[in-house]
C-alpha cells in the first residue's frame, strides 16, 4: 500500500540539538533545532535549518556563528524546553539550568553539559521557504574526554546516551548493530 504524502512528513529520525548563538553573555541564547546536518568532510562543513521568526535568528544572521551542542537523555527536558519557549520571553539559561562556557573559536557559547560542541561561522544562507538553511565551515569541536575511546580517540555514540526526533516524539539512540562495512568484512 502506498500512501501519499503529508506535509510534515520527512527523514526520520533526526539529532534533537541545541544550537547556541549570541555575541557576548548578555546576548547568548539556544534554540532547539533538528534539520542539521554535515554536507561535507573536508573542509567540514554543516548546516541548521531556522525559520526567520525564531527570536534567535537575527543573532545568527548578525554574527555569523553558532554551536552545535549534541544532546543526551539527561538533558531531554531542557531540549524540548528550549525548543518551546522564545529566549524573547525566557532566560533560558536560568530555566534550563544548563551552563554556557565561552567557545573557543567563535563568539557564542557551547554547552558545559553537551557530550559534544561544533563551532560554526556561516558561510552562505539560503532562503528556502519556511526556513532558512545556513551552511556553515566547522571551526573546532569539543569533545567530553569521557566519551572518546582511549585506544582510537573516536567519539562513542553509545556511551554519549544521545538523543533522536521522530515525528515530534524524542527517543534515546538505540543499541549498536554493527560498524560501518561489517556486511563485506571477511570473517576471521
Not at 528550549?82 to 557551547?110: F, H, Q
Amino acid at each position: 500500500m502506498k500512501l501519499s504524502w503529508k506535509p510534515g512528513t520527512m527523514v526520520y529520525p533526526l539529532p534533537a540539538v541545541l544550537v547556541t548563538c549570541g555575541n557576548s553573555p548578555e546576548n547568548w541564547n539556544m534554540l532547539t533545532i533538528a534539520w542539521t546536518g554535515t554536507i561535507c568532510t573536508n573542509p567540514a562543513m554543516l548546516y541548521i535549518s531556522v525559520r526567520p521568526e525564531r527570536h534567535s535568528y537575527h543573532l545568527l544572521v548578525e554574527n555569523m556563528e553558532f554551536t552545535i551542542n549534541l544532546t543526551t537523555v539527561d538533558m531531554v527536558r531542557a531540549t524540548d524546553w528550549a525548543g518551546v519557549r522564545s529566549g524573547k520571553d525566557y532566560d533560558k539559561w536560568k530555566e534550563t539550568g544548563l551552563t554556557p562556557i565561552p567557545g573557543e573559536k567563535v563568539s557564542s557559547p557551547t554547552l558545559e553539559e553537551s557530550p559534544l560542541s561544533i563551532e560554526c561561522r556561516i558561510k552562505e544562507i539560503l532562503h528556502l521557504g519556511s526556513h532558512d538553511m545556513m551552511i556553515a565551515d566547522v571551526l573546532n569541536v569539543r569533545a567530553d574526554s569521557k566519551f572518546l575511546d582511549s585506544e582510537s580517540g573516536v567519539f562513542d555514540l553509545e556511551k554519549a546516551n544521545l538523543l533522536a526526533y521522530s515525528h515530534g516524539n524524542y527517543y534515546a539512540l538505540g543499541e549498536l548493530l554493527g560498524k560501518f562495512g561489517f556486511s563485506v568484512r571477511k570473517k576471521l
